[in-house]
């Protein structure tokens, strides 16, 4: 273009002020939509709060048990299930009756004792117990039956230095190793501060995509994408707006949650540079806006858009690590782990929040999270100035 | 046959006595009584939100109501199981283009499924489908899928499958609504033939005021209310006054004239109209002139008036239109516009290809500043495409072009600032108010912010708007949504001005009250105004007209000079009255006029030469029996030059 350097001056003043209309006109059209603003607070207050409420512990898990053999040796064994993992649950005739608890999923554990429990002990013969842990949920099955074998494996310990007449003392003689071990980051090993922080991060991300993709979609659903075409603004004028007022939009959220939630609910610390997490959780939110951008183009309404974002979110949010830990995660798709940018953020925001990491040690997530957010973006502006241009 | 049948032939086949059908609080139905008789057209017309269609989904029995009786076909509807007793009697098509047919579907499938659901005999479908797919021309598309047809197929074949188990009563919802004047009026023909044959009862609604002559009866609605009721000559005598048609030297100051005094005064194209109520035509000219005294005025004559003048004065009876804020403030800042001065829009040999498809095909015209230009044609027949280049939005594949002065092969970045675009759907900001709306608009065209006030402050006060600038615009209605369009559109004080289909779904006040305001721009502002429109009593309004067909122009002049040339090369259009009806119609067809067409109780043909072809019928009728009541000359519609340039054009296709 030919033009000195007032009509520049002009054009680049005019081309900020576009922006800025339309970044003002998102964020008035986000402030009248009712639904979005309750679905907004309910994920960043109510959700983050729940998160942090249920932790994956074994709670009050119901065991009943079909005593066989009622004696001192077999209530003794019983009463050790107790809470807060265990509750008893009652006792049942036979063997078929727990099983059918478990069934129903009444009961977590059946504990079946055989007859003579206590006097095979006495006698020093080997006896059975039977444990039946309904599994279907593998965490707390997991937990139920670990907890359980430590339970019974103790007992039989403890009746074995009984039987051996080890004494207190006697004890000290007695070869051991002792576990000791130290927890670091979090000491109390609170699953209310690591829950909650993956589902604020996990939030963060269907706020990123959904966002900018249902303020796209709205356009085209309504058919306003034909005037702003017809005007004189770029493609790039009409998507940035949305990302930015979005982003806004996220971060304050993400701040509501951080300070009154996580920091004000369950005391989640917060040691490292608040100012790095926010510019992290920007960098992220902007990037990840690409996505939304890119269902924009593809889905015709709402309906289809929302159908995208959870098929695109459902693998982001699995190889991240927020469900599963990466250690779990068959070879395969350890290493695929780096291809979800949650898996990036989730790495930098347990490391700034818990860890008081820097970019001295979070450099490389900095780095992958930033390439894929360039790719991620870049490609989501491609397609939408493709179908707009 | 007894006395019984006899009673029961003469009952009405619908009867509607205060029928109320509320949505929550809104009301839709207020209080509508009619009854429709054997073997008529009834007609329902009235702008989008009158009640027409839960109207018409109640006497179908798809819709339950609160208050009031209804009778069809003999049973009174009070009960879902009423409903369901005459609903085998009955065929209903619903509003929209093909929505109750099912597009992955071919043309013959979606026949055989809507006999199945009614169970249709197998050797009955075939000799009824081979009939109905002959008459509505379908037969060639069989096997064509539904989703592949052309607006007016789809609602053909829409009115087949509502036909396909020969019902008493049918009941179409706004079928000619978005259909090319082509395919509409194959439509009316084909209704008036099933009439013919068999004593069908048809109940149709349109959003087309000139559509009423179709209809034997009608209702016309606004509201929720039948305003008024009976056969279309009725209703204009209902509604007494005179309408005075002139030409005026200078057509701005005589419409100011004329609009203090006379409510319904509008400027079409360079004539004036003025609705004169009450007056005998005498007294309606003398009226008028004394109004003008001491303007030029060129051919002034007093002619009836239409039905939709009658409608307006309805309306405004009921209530009298509060004179809002004269808009007519200047768009510019500095006293006079630019003066007329050449092309604003030049499109020369304008093309588009769409992979192997010509969508525009060497497409010119001009339009020149203060000219209103509409582009006429049916869906597909081009003008989006063009209009999206004309815009910038489409670079062209051949051809070139200058819009407000920009060459639309490599300056669509300075088209897009130069002028205002009004686009089909409504396409502002619903969740966002008046003022906001045009705040955006301003800023995105580069209006300073020192001068934001002051330009929305102008285009408020043009388009009537002042009283609803905080209010949110999904709380508007239609007619005002619109001129809001048409404000944002001009905020940024273009020079040319695109408008697509803007009054779609806008009722009759509204639509005049979008014109008058689009003449102001072109006559006083200077203002290029390009218009597409279905409505074909808007293409009056227009200067110059362009009608595209298959990406061609195939007639470009002003409205005055097309029809006169469709006078000269098909003749001029008889109105004919006889009594009976249908076999005056037969005996027409029989003697060669080829083009005789039903309009509601009358039978329109073309003829040459006048006097003889009056003197022909007049024998014709003599020797068959046949009262021949009225014969008149009616000049030409638009619609009537369009659907003979279609036709010959696709004659001419076909046999080169």
Known sequence: MNGGPAENRVRLYLWWSRLAAMTAKELIQFGRDTLLLIAIAYLFVFDTYMAGNVGMQLNHAVVVVHDADHSAASRELVYRFRPPYFKLGGEVLDNRAGQRLLDSGQALVALDIPPHFERDILQGKPTDVQVQVDASNTVLGFLASSYAAQIIGQYGFDQTLARLGVTERSMQNVPMIRDEHRVWYNPNQNDAWFMPIAELLTVITIMAIMLPAAAAVREKE?????????????????????????????LLGT???????????????????????????????????????Y?????????????????????????????????????????????????????MGYGILLKGAGLDVLWDSLLGLALLGMVIFGFGVWRFKRQFG | MGQA??????????????LVKRYRKQMAVDGASFSIGRGEIYGLIGPDGAGKSSLMKAIAGVLSFEGGMLHVLGEKIDSEAAAERVKGRLGFMPQGLGLNLY??????????????????PPEELARRKHKLLAM???????????????????????????????PELIILDEPTTGVDPVSRRDFWMILTQLLRERDVTALVSTAYMDEAARFHRLSLMFDGRVLIEGEPDVI???????????????????????????????????????????????????????QLEGLMVNEMQAVAPELEDAFIALLQRRQPAGQDDAQKSRLWLDGDPPKGDGDAIAARELSRDFDHFRAVDRVSFEVRQGEIFGLLGANGAGKTTAIKMLTGILPPTGGAGTVAGADMRHASQAIKERIGYVSQAFSLYQDMTVTENLRLFARIYGVPNSRLAERIGRVVALAGLSGVTTQLVSKLPMGIRQRLALAGALVHGPRVLFLDEPTSGVDPIGRRRFWEILVHLARVEQVAILITTHYMNEAEHCDHLALMHAGRVIADDTPA?????????????????????????????????????????????LARDITAAEARIRTLFAERGIQLLDIALRTPTLEDVFVYRILQQEQQEASA
Request: hydrophobic residues 55%.
């Open chain 1, 255 to 293: 701040a509501v949650s951080l300070f009154f939630v996580l920091h004000g609910m369950f005391d989640v610390p917060m040691k490292g540079s608040l100012v790095l997490f926010f510019a992290v959780t920007a960098l992220y939110t902007f990037t990840t806006a690409g996505l939304g951008l």
């Open chain 2, 136 to 166: 509505t021309r379908l037969g060639n598309f069989r096997d064509r899928p539904m989703k592949h047809l052309s607006g007016g197929m789809k609602q053909k074949l829409g009115l087949v499958c509502t036909l396909i188990h020969e």
């Open chain 2, 103 to 120: 597009p992955e579907l071919s043309v013959e499938e979606n026949v055989d499924f809507f006999a199945q659901l009614r169970d249709v």
């Open chain 1, 222 to 250: 309504r058919g306003t994408i034909e005037q702003l075409l017809v005007s004189p603004l770029t493609p790039i004028q009409i998507l940035l707006p949305k990302v930015i007022a979005m982003t806004l939009v996220i």
């Open chain 2, 5 to 18: 049948a006899l009673v029961d032939n003469d009952a009405p086949v619908v009867r509607v006595q205060a």
């Open chain 2, 561 to 605: 000079a097309l029809k006169a040339a469709l006078q000269q090369e098909a003749g001029q259009v008889l109105d004919i009255a006889a009594e009976p009806v249908l076999p005056a119609l037969e005996a027409l067809e029989q003697a060669g006029f080829a083009d005789a067409a039903m309009f509601g109780k009358r039978i329109h043909l």
């Open chain 1, 295 to 347: 269902i924009a183009t593809i889905a015709r309404n709402l309906a289809q858009a929302a159908m995208l974002a959870i098929l695109v979110l459902m693998p982001m949010i699995f190889l991240s690590g927020a469900w599963t830990p990466p250690e779990a995660m068959p070879a395969g798709m350890r290493e695929a782990m780096v291809l979800s940018p949650l898996y990036h953020f989730i790495e």
């Open chain 2, 236 to 290: 204009l005598r209902e509604v007494p006054g005179t309408l005075v048609e002139l030409v005026a030297e200078s057509q701005v100051e005589a419409l100011l004239r004329l609009e203090t005094r006379f409510p319904q005064a509008e400027a079409v194209g360079p004539k004036l109209r003025v609705f004169v109520p009450g007056a005998v035509p005498q007294v309606a000219r003398a009226q008028v002139e004394a």
